[in-house]
């Protein structure tokens, strides 16, 4: 009864449960069209490959073989994206513009935003138009220094 009961209910393979990884073969084909070509996507990757291999092979199953076993060659160093993330909490940005009221006076606006707190650092609003670099009010920045940032957010002692 037991050995009858394992036949039926028990798996007749014992192979991992879940998809098949794809072969060496496959594997080897996708990573060397991308380093022969670096600016085809997944999706012309698969069209290749389905193409050479006349076999079945989709963009999601080309990026994640691409995410796994292949490395951009960094020749022209980080992009930007890479930069931005890197100092996104010691990045400030400005903005200068022009305005016009409702009683059609003009007003020039210089803001400065942390990009990494939303915050408004400071701005100056000068009226009328601007006759030199010294109409326009300066913002004091001189309590978000790079030195006194620093010493906040990592708990250094002030020297002096």
């Avoid at 098949?20 to 022969?36: D, H, N």
């Avoid at 980080?78 to 022009?98: E, G, M, N, Q, Y």
């Amino acid at each position: 009864m037991n050995r009858k009961y394992r036949q039926l209910f028990s798996s007749k393979s014992r192979k991992k449960p879940g998809p098949k990884r794809p072969s060496l073969e496959l594997v080897q084909l996708i990573v060397e069209i991308k380093e022969k070509n670096p600016i085809y996507g997944c999706e012309r990757i698969a069209y290749l490959v389905s193409e050479l291999l006349n076999d079945h092979a989709d963009d999601q199953t080309v990026r994640r073989i691409l995410g796994k076993y292949w490395t951009p060659k960094g020749g022209k160093g980080h992009s930007w994206l890479t930069f931005l993330s890197h100092t996104k909490d010691s990045l400030w940005s400005v903005d200068f513009f022009c305005t016009e009221s409702i009683l059609l006076q003009t007003h020039w606006i210089m803001l400065v935003m942390d990009q990494f707190t939303r915050k408004i650092i400071g701005f100056a609003i000068q009226k009328g138009p601007l006759k030199g670099e010294s109409t326009l009010p300066t913002i004091n920045l001189e309590k978000y220094s790079w030195h006194s940032y620093c010493r906040e957010r990592y708990m250094l002692p002030k020297t002096a």
